[in-house]
């Protein structure tokens, strides 16, 4: 059985950084396509980072590009997301979660507020 606990979520400052963790029990995060996702009030959840299965490759969408970095670490089976120069509409709910199976953990809250 596949879970997920994310953490390391807060409030910040725009300009600020934040780096979130998800630890995952049941499932490789070395061998897996991994992603982050978030949702803000009123917004459907949209995909933020993922990191493909074989080597490091890894995809941002323009919203995030340069300023998110998506890494893991297979000892500790966790996947990170680093996020600097924060802004107030990167303010949501972040998921981690694998390409399969399609399941979700309790999520992070971040907000992005002076």
């Known amino acids: 059985q596949v879970q997920l606990v994310e953490s390391g979520g807060g409030l910040v400052q725009p300009g600020g950084s934040l780096t979130l963790s998800c630890v995952v029990s049941g499932l490789s995060v070395s061998s897996s396509v991994m992603s982050w996702y978030r949702q803000a009030p009123g917004k459907v959840r949209e995909l933020v980072a993922q990191i493909g299965n074989i080597g490091h490759s890894t995809y941002y969408p323009a919203s995030v590009k340069g300023r998110f970095n998506i890494s893991r670490d297979g000892a500790k089976n966790t996947l990170y997301l680093q996020m600097n120069d924060l802004k107030p509409d990167d303010t949501a709910v972040y998921y981690c979660?694998?390409?399969?199976?399609?399941?979700w953990g309790q999520g992070t809250q971040v907000t992005v507020s002076s």
């Open positions: 979660r694998p390409l399969k199976p399609i399941i």
